[in-house]
Structures are given as C-alpha cells and as structure tokens.
T-cell receptor, first 112, second 112 residues
Framework: ETGVTQSPTHLIKTRGQQVTLRCSSQ?????VSWYQQALGQGPQFIFQ???????GRGNFPPRFSGLQFPNYSSELNVNALELDDSALYLC???????????FGEGSRLTVL | GESVGLHLPTLSVQEGDNSIINCAYS??????FIWYKQESGKGPQFIID?????DKRQGQRVTVLLNKTVKHLSLQIAATQPGDSAVYFC???????????FGKGTMLLVSP
C-alpha cells in the first residue's frame, strides 16, 4: 500500500506566476485536503475535496483553487503568486467519514 | 505557552526522561484530537488520537490526556529517545469532517 505522494518536492517561482502542485492519495482514501504550512507555523487548512467536489474551504482567496480526479488524486493551483505564498504545501488523504489525515511529505514553494 | 512567528516553544530533555507536551485548544465543539510529529523536511506523522468521550488514551510509549473543562490536551512520551526529536503539533476537529485545525507546535529536543 503506497502512502500519499506529492510532486514536485521543491520549486521556485516568481511573483505573478502560476503554480500547480500534485498529490496522489493513499489507496482507498477518497477525501483529499490541502494545507499550507509557513515556516515555524502549524499547517493551515486550504480546502478539501470529496468525490471530485470541493467539500470545505479555509480562509484562502479564490486564486487558490483545486481539482480532484476520479482516481482521487488532486491538484492545487495558485494564480498570481505573492511572496507570502512561499510555504510548504501539504496534501493529506483520509478514508471517508473519519477525521484521521495521512500526510504527504509536501511541496516546498519559494516565491521570489 | 505558545508563541508566534519563528519562535516555537521548545522542550529540551535528556534521553530516557519522560516528556510532556501541552496544547490548549480553542473550540469547545471539537470532538476529535490528534497529535502529529513532524521531522525537519517531512510531512506530519500521526502519533495518537483521542475522541472527546475519553479523557486518556495510551499507545506505545505515548499517552494523550484530554481535559475538556479547561480545553487542554497533553502528550506524554515515556523514555524519550533522540529519534523523538521533532516538532509536535496538536490538532482538533469538529463537526465530523476531516478538517483539522492545528496549533503552532512545540519543538522537542532530546539530548543523548
């Protein structure tokens, strides 16, 4: 059984650019959540997808968007990047109906 | 207590000591709590969870205590080892959704 995998592991962008981060959920998990973790902080909830629909959203602007695919994998898209978007982006999957999240290793985004 | 920015609360212990990491949560409606361990450059790793109908739960070398009256959670690690060195986060969940609210974290440093 494979765990949650994310790509890319590291990337550098400049202000105003767009970025797409990818996540493959753990086998059997149909719910995917994305979190942003700034340096020295706890992860902050961005949004969650269940059966390809957004199923909850945190306090993030609309330029943060996402997708979930029929195989439960997911993408996080961020448009018009700002310096403060520099962070570790974590994907977590969970079985339906439980609160236990299994995290990937994250994608570290640096915006210059 | 907790701090903001890059200054995480830090607990320094000697190998073999018992460690206690504390967390105050904010939402009295939260009914599920999890402790995560995060090593440098990695995603959060599940340690132990507890539901609000319990006040204590034990795992292997770890115990979580929940005091709902004062909204306090603690993680006890017995016979702490150097491999336990990491940042520890408590997280709370309410409404039965797999959406977690994380605290700011505590860094545990274990000296051999």
């Amino acid at each position: 059984e494979t765990g949650v995998t994310q790509s890319p592991t590291h990337l550098i962008k400049t202000r105003g650019q767009q970025v797409t981060l990818r996540c493959s959920s753990q086998s059997g998990h149909n719910t995917v959540s994305w979190y942003q973790q700034a340096l020295g902080q706890g992860p902050q909830f961005i949004f969650q997808y269940y059966r390809e629909e957004e199923n909850g959203r945190g306090n993030f602007p609309p330029r943060f968007s996402g997708l979930q695919f029929p195989n439960y994998s997911s993408e996080l898209n961020v448009n018009a990047l700002e310096l403060d978007d520099s962070a570790l982006y974590l994907c977590a999957s969970s079985p339906s109906g439980t609160g236990e999240l299994f995290f990937g290793e994250g994608s570290r985004l640096t915006v210059l | 207590g907790e701090s903001v920015g890059l200054h995480l609360p830090t607990l320094s212990v000697q190998e073999g000591d018992n460690s206690i990491i504390n967390c105050a949560y904010s939402n009295s409606a939260s009914d599920y709590f999890i402790w995560y361990k995060q090593e440098s450059g990695k995603g959060p790793q599940f340690i132990i969870d507890i539901r609000s109908n319990m006040d204590k739960r034990q795992g292997q070398r770890v115990t979580v205590l929940l005091n709902k009256t004062v909204k306090h959670l603690s993680l006890q690690i017995a016979a702490t080892q150097p491999g336990d060195s990491a940042v520890y986060f408590c997280a709370e969940n309410s409404a039965g959704y797999s959406t977690l609210t994380f605290g700011k974290g505590t860094m545990l440093l274990v000296s051999p």
